[in-house]
């Protein structure tokens, strides 16, 4: 068990709505990534925060955006969801300094 | 996109055989680590080799690369039904943010 968390664990919402999904990262960890897992696929880069700021994002749409906070917890928004936006949004943290990251048990975003 | 391949893309062992799994990837990394995950959760980090190391052993864990071939394997010896999981490498880019570039992952299955 990895120190992240991840809020809530299922969503279900309707296409065209907003989501907001949450993440704690690991105690003395003040990067925080954000990837989008595919049924089947691997997981793909979406953005990252470090102290507050964007810092690189993956190919995605504005649509998606995102938060750091002090405490370094995070947030992901997507706005005007698509059927396509169904998937497993996972959310990693790690050391500025070090390559691995730890990830959380995943929010599982269904959009019907 | 995806950055690797994984290959195969299952396989299905009888418990105390060893697993083999390879990913081949594009372009320069920094570094290369395997990740396991179990029934759609979240990622755990296996072994990371950095691009200037050739092997590396963590318990029944074996990993090698060859920057020149662009290739990386990962040996479980002696499998256990607990490892049954997708088994995913992801390499780390040198530019910007430390985001992982995963491949579609191998999945593992371990008959008693």
Redesign the interface.
Known sequence: E?G?TQSPTHLIKTRGQQVTLRCSSQSGHN?V?W?QQA???????IF?Y?REEE??R??FPPRFSGLQFPNYSSELNVNALELDDSA?Y?C?S?HPRA????????T?LTVT | SQQGEEDPQALSIQEGENATMNCSYKTSINNLQWYRQNSGRGLVHLILIRSNEREKHSGRLRVTLDTSKKSSSLLITASRAADTASYFCATGLIQGAQKLVFGQGTRLTINP
């Open positions: 990895t992240v990067t990534s990837y049924l089947g696929q691997g997981p793909q880069f990252q470090y810092n690189g993956g190919n497993l996972l990693a790690s390559y691995e990251q730890y990830f959380g048990p995943g599982r």
